[in-house]
């Protein structure tokens, strides 16, 4: 998993409340355990039209936000299922960071696990944020995790809070399966001690 250190790319207004797993990446889509290959699926009914044509109006098919980074969006967001597909479309598609004022809480576990940051601000700043985005031409936010900073288009820098246990996750790049590797030999020590305490959960080796 690759760290989290800083980011500064474009960022894409989507002003919408209670985006859900299901409008993220659709049910037909969820064949596969495969991470890659699924950013084309990403809010593919809002992207493409039902003739599969891309819909103009629609914020990531628009030229300012094609390459974006970021998604700017409003609260509850990713709530529904708990599909983690949801999350590989939207790190498969380019996303590091989303900034929302919160978060359906498996999704957030989902992000943290795959790499990219959910970043909770107030609301007012997020509407702030999504204000500029469509007003100014300047696009780009930078977010510094180190420090717990991220700057809006206008230069305007703000804090904001991270669970420690999240933040370190994303600043070295791993994941709970990472993190467990780093304790082989007090799991090794556990199961010795276990298998001579309660032989019959283990059965014969």
Known sequence: MTPFLHLRGIAAPLPVENVDTDALIAVQHLYTLKKTGLGKFLLHRWRYTQEGHENPD???????????????TRANFGCGSSREHAVWALADYGFRCVIAPSFASILYENCVNNGILPL???AERVEELLAMLEDRKE????VDLSSCLVTFPNGITTSFTINPAHRQALLEGI???????RHQEAIAKFQHDDRQLRPWVWGPR
């Open 120 to 122: 909770v601000l107030p």
């Open 175 to 181: 994941d709970p399966i990472g993190f467990a590797m």
């Open 58 to 72: 629609f914020v990531l098919n628009r030229a300012q936000f094609r390459n974006a980074s970021i998604l700017v």
């Open 139 to 142: 696009k780009a936010v930078s």
